[in-house]
């Protein structure tokens, strides 16, 4: 990554990230890149005709680098680029994936109807989330109070409209964030890109979609989701025992 900034038509002034220029021409095709991390949020990515060329070496040397064409664009409009990348699977691949989000959603409805029964969440007036501890406290109902390990699994923004995975979310606490990585995996292993493209264009249902395949992969017992200053929080709820007071 290069530190020199570069300025976009639509974005101003901003750290540039690179891509081929495949990916500039048509965003909507896959991104081989890393896993954003902390300090770089956009890896360099390419496509899948320009990963062949890096596969024969397993790297971009003097071998290979004159064949690929790499294009600067700002950070912005990566993010925008690779996000339009959901929408890169072919019919039969897309109704796997809509026959997948089914089954996982009305599979959620269940253990989330055996989970509210159980443990009368809906009973508590009161939560409070601690995110050094992964806690979701239900309080302040007859029953004892009732702490639910939980694991945060993205966002809902409902001011870009976007959903956001909270293995890319630096801004959230690594003890709830450090289960979800398993979704991704799942993701890679099935070639789900929703399951692997850190933000996309999301509403509410992609919210509880999601959360519904977290909630599968990572064996919760069921879901919930708090509002925040701009959208939603979803997390899953791997267990749950009563707090008697002492
Ligand atoms: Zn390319
Ligand atoms: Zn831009």
């Known amino acids: 990554m290069t530190s020199e900034t570069f300025t976009c038509a639509t974005h101003g002034e901003i750290d540039p990230a690179c891509v081929c220029k495949h990916l500039l021409e048509n965003p909507v095709q896959q991104w081989h890149c890393g896993y954003p ?32 064409s790499v294009e600067m664009i700002c950070g ?82 409902t001011s870009s409209n976007t959903w956001m995975w909270s293995w890319a979310n630096f801004s959230l606490l690594e003890e709830v964030r450090s289960r979800i990585e398993a979704v991704r995996g799942f993701g890679e292993e099935h070639d789900y890109p929703h399951l692997t493209v850190p933000k996309w264009a999301a509403d509410m249902q992609d919210g509880w979609h999601m959360t519904a395949i977290a909630a599968d992969t990572l064996g919760a017992l069921g879901a919930y989701r708090v509002p925040t200053d701009n959208g939603f929080i979803f997390m899953v709820i791997l267990s749950a025992k009563h707090r008697y007071p002492a």
């Open 76 to 157: 912005h409009c990566y993010e925008d680029g690779i996000a339009r990348s959901v929408a890169r699977l072919d019919d039969a691949a897309q109704a796997d994936w809509d026959r997948h989000l089914n089954i996982q959603c009305a599979e959620l409805q269940v253990k989330q109807d055996a989970m509210t029964a159980n443990l009368k969440i809906n009973d508590y007036p009161r939560w409070n989330y601690y995110q050094e501890s992964a806690q979701l406290v239900f309080s302040g109902g007859e029953l004892p109070d009732l702490v639910a390990d939980v694991e945060f699994v993205g966002t809902l923004s």
């Open 37 to 68: 991390e902390e300090d770089e949020p956009w890896p360099d990515a390419w496509c899948s005709a320009c990963n062949e060329i890096f596969e024969r070496e397993g790297e971009w040397n003097e071998n290979n680098e004159d064949e690929i």
